[in-house]
C-alpha cells in the first residue's frame, strides 16, 4: 500500500514535472513531420503561402507564439503551425502488430499478452491486472481493420487528386 | 520507477479518446485541465504502448457497436483518413479507421492511430470535406490537448472507455479538437468550414430527435468558436473544395 502511494506521488511529481519543462527548451532545430508545410506569411491560416518545405526538412525556429512557430527556411522566413512539425527527425512507422502475430493467439490469451507485451517491456507486468472483462471486445473486428494496408504516398495523392492541388 | 512514470506519463498524453460530436461537461474534480505542452512521441516503447493501449479500447469501441464489414467504404473512408494524417506530426503512427455498424451519429478516436466513424454519422454527411473533418478527429491524438485523467492510473483501459461512451470528454478539449481538425482539413486543401457545416446539420437533426452520441452536446458553442476561428485566420468568403461527387461515388448508403 505504502508502496503505491510513492509510487502514485512519484508519478505526480514526474509528470508535473514533464509538463513544465517543455516550455523551458531552448529555440532551436523543428522537422517537418507532415508530408509538406506550409510557410505562411503570418500566423494566421488564410495569409499567403511564402515557401512550402517537405517532410523532413529543417525549419529554423526564431520564435513562438500559440500554435504557431515563425521559422527560416532557405533563404525565407514565414511562420508554421506547431501541428506539422516535431523537434526530432520523423520516424518510420511504428507497429507492434509483428509481435502480437508471432506469439499470440486468438482471444483473451491474445488480449491480456499484447499489453504484457508492451507492459513487460516497461518493466510494468503488473499493470496487467488493469484491464479488466467489464466491456465486451471485438478482437477480430480489430484485426479485420488492422488488415487494411493503404501507403502513405497513395494516401496521399488520394487527396491531391480529390482536391486538385 | 521510472518505466512506470514513462508509461503513464505517455498514457497521460495520448489518452485523449473520445467523443468527437459530443461535448463533455464532466464536472469531476479529480479531472483537471493541464496546459498545452510540446509533447513528443519519440521513443519506440512510449509509442508501442500508445498503440497497444489504443488497441485494447478500439477492440471496446467495436465491442460496443460492431463494425460495418463494408470493403469498399472502408478503403474510402481510410484512404482519406490516412491522406489527411499526412498533414500532422504523428508520422510513426499507422492511422486505422473503420465504420460502427450504428444509426447513432459518432466518431471516436483511441491513441495509437484508431479512428472509428458511425454508420449514422456517415449518412449525415454531404460531401467529402464534412468527412474530412469528422475524421481529422485523428486531431485528438495528435494535438496536445490535454485532459488531465486521474483515473486513468487506477483504472486505465476502463476508465478511457468510461470516459468515451459515458462521460463525454470537457468542453475545452472538444473545441481544441474542432480546431485542429480544421486545421488539418485547411491544410489539406479542403473547406475550411466543412465541420462547422456537419455541426450545424447534426445540431438540427438532434432537435429532430435523431440520436447523436449518448452525452450532452453543446454544438452551438463549438459551431461559434470554429466559426470565430474561421474569420480570424481569414478563411471565410473564399473558394474551397468539398470534393462532393466523390464522396457520393464511394459512399452510398441511403
Known amino acids: ?165 | 520507477m521510472n518505466r512506470l512514470f514513462k508509461l503513464i506519463s505517455s498514457i497521460l498524453f495520448l489518452t485523449f479518446p473520445v467523443f468527437y460530436m459530443t461535448v463533455s461537461h464532466a464536472s469531476d474534480d479529480f479531472r483537471k485541465r493541464a496546459p498545452q505542452v510540446e509533447e513528443t512521441f519519440t521513443e519506440d516503447d512510449d509509442i508501442r504502448a500508445e498503440i497497444v493501449f489504443g488497441r485494447e479500447l478500439a477492440a471496446r469501441i467495436i465491442g460496443k457497436y460492431g463494425i460495418y464489414k463494408n470493403n469498399d467504404i472502408t478503403q474510402y473512408v481510410n484512404m482519406l483518413g490516412k491522406g489527411l494524417s499526412q498533414y500532422t506530426n504523428r508520422p510513426e503512427l499507422e492511422f486505422r479507421f473503420a465504420v460502427l455498424d450504428t444509426d447513432s451519429i459518432n466518431a471516436f478516436a483511441a491513441p495509437g492511430g484508431y479512428i472509428f466513424i458511425t454508420k449514422g454519422a456517415l449518412k449525415a454527411i454531404e460531401d467529402e470535406a464534412e468527412l474530412a473533418g469528422v475524421l481529422a478527429n485523428i486531431g485528438r491524438i495528435i494535438g496536445g490537448n490535454t485532459e488531465f485523467l486521474r483515473g486513468v492510473f487506477t483504472q486505465m483501459v476502463d476508465e478511457a472507455a468510461d470516459i468515451l461512451f459515458e462521460k463525454g470528454f470537457k468542453k475545452q478539449d472538444e473545441i481544441d479538437a474542432d480546431r485542429i481538425a480544421t486545421l488539418i482539413i485547411t491544410t489539406a486543401g479542403y473547406d475550411p468550414s466543412a465541420l462547422s457545416r456537419y455541426l450545424k446539420k447534426i445540431s438540427s437533426d438532434e432537435k429532430e430527435g435523431k440520436t447523436i452520441g449518448s452525452t450532452h452536446p453543446l454544438f452551438s458553442e463549438r459551431i461559434e468558436k470554429i466559426d470565430t476561428l474561421l474569420v480570424d485566420n481569414n478563411l471565410v468568403g473564399k473558394k474551397y473544395e468539398i470534393v462532393k461527387e466523390r464522396f457520393h461515388e464511394n459512399v452510398r448508403l441511403r
Do not use: C, H
Open chain 1, 1 to 165: 500500500m505504502t508502496k503505491n502511494l510513492w509510487n502514485l506521488l512519484n508519478s505526480t511529481i514526474s509528470i508535473f514535472m514533464l509538463l513544465f519543462l517543455p516550455s523551458a527548451v531552448l529555440a532551436g532545430d523543428l522537422y517537418v513531420q507532415s508530408i509538406k508545410a506550409r510557410i505562411l506569411s503570418s500566423p494566421s491560416l488564410g495569409s499567403r503561402i511564402v515557401v512550402e518545405a517537405n517532410r523532413g526538412e529543417v525549419l529554423k525556429e526564431l520564435e513562438k507564439e500559440g500554435n504557431w512557430f515563425k521559422v527560416s527556411y532557405k533563404e525565407s522566413t514565414g511562420w508554421v503551425s506547431r501541428l506539422l512539425v516535431g523537434p526530432k527527425p520523423p520516424s518510420g512507422k511504428v507497429s507492434v502488430l509483428e509481435e502480437t502475430e508471432e506469439k499470440l493467439e486468438k482471444g483473451s490469451r491474445r488480449r491480456a499478452s499484447a499489453f504484457a507485451t508492451a507492459a513487460a517491456a516497461r518493466g510494468l507486468a503488473e499493470e496487467r491486472a488493469r484491464i479488466s472483462d467489464q466491456l465486451k471486445v471485438d478482437y477480430d473486428g480489430l484485426e479485420w481493420m488492422e488488415k487494411i494496408n493503404i501507403s502513405d504516398e497513395k494516401a496521399a495523392m488520394f487527396i491531391i487528386k480529390g482536391v486538385g492541388k
